[in-house]
């Protein structure tokens, strides 16, 4: 299956979507489990963070473009979620200084 480069364009943002919707998700179980101090609270967010995390991705790669794996939509996966990383680092850094 041959892709253009426009329908490939949208394959890598909408990863790239998925990655932040997926860290954004992190930080809010992350910001649970700092609440919340109990071992099993911390591996039923890990067990749910997983879950999700794969639910979202193998729907995502489903919809765009038929399940089919490329390396680009992993790095735009990754990307994503590291976009949101940095960007809730930065705010937690402001907020200590």
Do not use: P, W
Request: charged residues 15%.
């Amino acid at each position: 299956m041959t892709h253009s480069i426009i329908s490939e364009s949208f394959i890598f943002l909408s990863m790239i979507l998925c990655g932040m919707t997926s860290g954004v998700l992190y930080a809010f179980l992350y910001g649970l489990r700092r609440v919340v101090k109990k071992k099993f609270f911390a591996l039923l967010s890990d067990v749910i963070f997983a879950a999700a995390t794969l639910a979202m991705l193998f729907f995502t790669l489903e919809k765009t473009c038929g399940g089919n794996i490329r390396f680009y939509q992993i790095a735009g996966f990754i990307a994503g979620f590291c976009i949101v990383e940095l960007f809730f680092t930065l705010i937690t850094q402001r907020r200590r200084s």
